[in-house]
């Protein structure tokens, strides 16, 4: 506001908020992500990667130092998810997710719940079926997108699958094939 004293960096620090300008990059990532509301299928297929472009905003903007020191390379939560998405095929277990950013079980879980809102074995789930759903939607067959992703068990994928986007597999690449085809050209 006009006339009021800016804050000491001491104060802001103190605060842990802090403002920035917007940049042209990042009205245009935030843009996108808002043309998707209302829109379910594209937010099922699109929203993650808008929302990753919205965060490379952020980083490269004005904001991006301080964003870093709070949630850098350094932070274990950061860690294990880079971790997690290079290995989405593997076998993932908590206690190994741990052992990678070193922290004990229990306060691993307590800190990615945090930081996720989702418990690590839902969070790979999730990151799991969103990376079939986009294969799949490509036109990859239905048994090899589960096991691509990790899945022994093509029932449990079909389960899986149906109770996070309400529709089976088979269903999902009907209704999606037309349309990632229609968003590559």
Request: no cysteine.
């Amino acid at each position: 506001m006009a006339g009021s004293p800016k804050p000491s960096s001491a104060e802001s620090a103190i605060s842990g908020i802090a403002s920035a300008q917007w940049s042209t990059e990042f009205d245009d990532a935030l843009y996108r992500l808002l043309l998707l509301t209302d829109r379910p299928t594209d937010i099922a297929m699109l929203a993650s990667n808008r929302l990753r472009e919205v965060y490379y905003a952020v980083l490269k903007g004005e904001a991006g130092g301080a964003v870093r020191r709070s949630f850098g390379v350094g932070n274990g939560i950061v860690r294990a998810i880079e971790y997690l998405a290079s290995h989405l095929n593997e076998s993932i277990t908590i206690e190994d997710m741990a052992n990678k950013v070193g922290m004990s079980r229990a306060v691993f879980h307590r800190k990615f719940k945090q930081a996720t809102t989702m418990s690590p074995i839902q969070f790979v789930k999730s990151m799991r079926l969103n990376n079939a759903a986009k294969r799949i939607a490509e036109g990859t067959n239905v048994s090899v997108a589960a096991m691509d992703v990790g899945y022994i068990s093509s029932s449990q994928f079909s389960r899986d699958f149906k109770r996070m986007y309400g529709l089976s597999p088979k269903q999902w690449q009907k209704e999606n094939t037309a349309k990632v085809a229609t968003i590559m050209q």
